[in-house]
């Protein structure tokens, strides 16, 4: 085991110092794969849980997984606990899973529809919208209107939850939904529902499981199922494809031609946007074609759903392909919509869940059959996380050392730049916090006031959960 010290451990450091881990974020060799450390250090996950995951916006759901008002989900992000509800007015919300009496978790199921959030201890009751409604008996004066739940962040992306952890989240989500949204309109992602969702946790770093999204580098020996039609070729540069592929390469080109006419007919953007770093919300849109029937993620290519989605006229328009830093990958096609969110549970466990979305009025067992729905991606799930988990253990021998990305591992290359940009900015911030600190404390002990050191404390303790 890498043993690492976290700030304020570092002799001399006055409390946020340089550390191992600060370090090894300077040491980042652009390029290579990471540092052991980055992937299997307790401490380097306890980092990424603030650094990124309560630091920048994360895919959570679909609104079709809250179709009605009172239906929830609960999402744990390290030992952060969040309810996303529907609420009466039909708006979803985002609330912390803490009581505001004496912080037991409220709701524990990972889904459900309730009426009101009650907590099972001394049944505070509160709306959907996060107002307490009910405190039993309390002294005089007490106003319920100051113990709402305290909300989260959120925005409905097309019909994508994002949720944010930080009080001041990254506001560029802005622009990145003005970019997103014109291609998912067509699919109408919130006349969707759930088919089917698979939840599979994989022995392996989240990176890892990241990582090995963003290249297809491993698909044409590793995914049988899913190069029947996602073209091999994705991610090489047209000059630089191997000549067995070249045969591939030229149907990929036959079949953009008759992708982007019928894009054009159904007014779908497919230009690719690529800006995966040097933002906090860095993302990755484009419409590629599919092989075979062109249709859809199923064995031979043809759609696997017989009620195309929104008013799109044609099952041939490939894959819309979404990435948005740091956990989800998405693909909509004419007749479904497959999402995915990775969430980080311990520094080598993470929860990939895939979900399915279908036209709300097709009918299982006549418009769609549930295993040619879900076939592709099932296998492929179960191949990545095999590849993960070796990855994973190959990475916890002594003998590691990083190694190389090749040309198509652009975008892993690209995904590792944009998390050692978040460590940087986050440490950045910090140490202004800590710095803020420090000042008020010294004015605070010249003036001798308990006033002033309250704020302190109360100042360091959001710097250090920040
Ligand atoms: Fe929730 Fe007491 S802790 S009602
Ligand atoms: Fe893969």
Redesign the pocket.
């Known amino acids: 085991m890498h043993e690492l010290h976290e700030p304020g451990a570092a002799a001399g450091s006055g409390g946020h110092g340089r550390t191992d881990i600060d370090r090894l974020i300077d040491e980042r060799v652009p390029g290579y794969s990471l540092a052991a450390p980055f992937y299997i250090s307790p401490e380097f996950f306890a980092r990424d849980i603030e650094a990124i995951f309560a630091s920048t916006w994360i895919f959570v759901a679909s609104s079709a997984e809250v179709p009605e008002p009172g239906d929830y989900l609960t999402i744990d992000i390290g030992a952060y606990s969040v309810i996303v509800i529907r609420d009466d007015d039909g708006e979803i919300r985002a609330h912390h899973n803490v ?6 978790r ?1 709701l524990n199921d990972l889904s459900g529809s309730v009426g009101n959030i009650v ?6 009751t509160y709306t959907p919208s996060g107002e307490l409604i009910s ?2 008996v309390q002294a005089p004066g007490f106003d319920r209107s100051c113990f709402s739940l305290r909300s989260v962040n959120l925005r409905v992306i097309g019909g994508l939850i994002f949720i944010c952890l930080s009080p001041t989240p990254p506001d560029d989500i802005d622009e990145v939904a003005d970019v997103i949204e014109p291609y998912l309109a067509g699919h109408d992602i919130a006349g969707t529902k759930v088919a089917a969702q698979s939840d599979l946790i994989e022995d392996s770093n989240w990176k890892l499981v990241m990582e090995n999204n963003r290249e297809c580098y491993h698909c044409e020996a590793g995914h049988p199922e899913l190069t029947c039609t996602f073209f091999p070729t994705y991610g090489y540069d047209p000059d630089e494809i191997p000549k067995r592929l070249q045969p591939a390469y030229q149907r990929y080109l036959d079949a953009e031609d008759q992708l982007h006419a019928n894009c054009d007919r159904n007014g779908l953007p497919y230009a690719l946007v690529e800006e995966l770093t040097g933002r906090p919300t860095g993302f990755r849109i484009e419409r590629a074609a599919l092989d075979g029937k062109g249709e859809s993620y199923t064995m031979d290519g043809s759609a696997a759903s017989a009620k195309l989605l929104g008013d799109l006229d044609t099952f041939v328009l490939g894959r819309a392909s979404l990435h948005v830093q740091p956990n989800m990958w998405f693909h909509a096609m004419g007749d479904h919509v497959v999402t995915f969110s990775l969430l980080p549970l311990a520094e080598d466990k993470t929860l990939v869940r895939t979900t399915w979305l279908v036209h709300a009025d097709a009918e299982e067992g006549v418009d769609y059959d549930l295993d040619n729905l879900t076939t592709v991606w099932i296998k492929t799930n179960e191949q990545d996380a095999t590849f993960c988990e070796r990855g994973h253990l190959g990475i916890s021998s002594p003998a590691y050392v990083p190694g190389p990305y090749a040309p198509t591992e652009s975008q892993v290359d690209d995904f590792v730049t944009w998390y050692i940009e978040r460590l940087k900015a986050h440490r950045e911030q910090r140490t202004v916090q800590l710095e803020g600190v420090e000042r008020r404390s010294t004015g605070s002990r010249a003036e001798g006031s308990r006033a002033d050191g309250i704020q302190e404390n109360e100042a360091r303790m959001e710097a250090e959960s920040s």
């Open positions: 009581c505001r009496h004496r912080g037991t409220l907590c099972g201890y001394h049944q505070w405190a039993g």
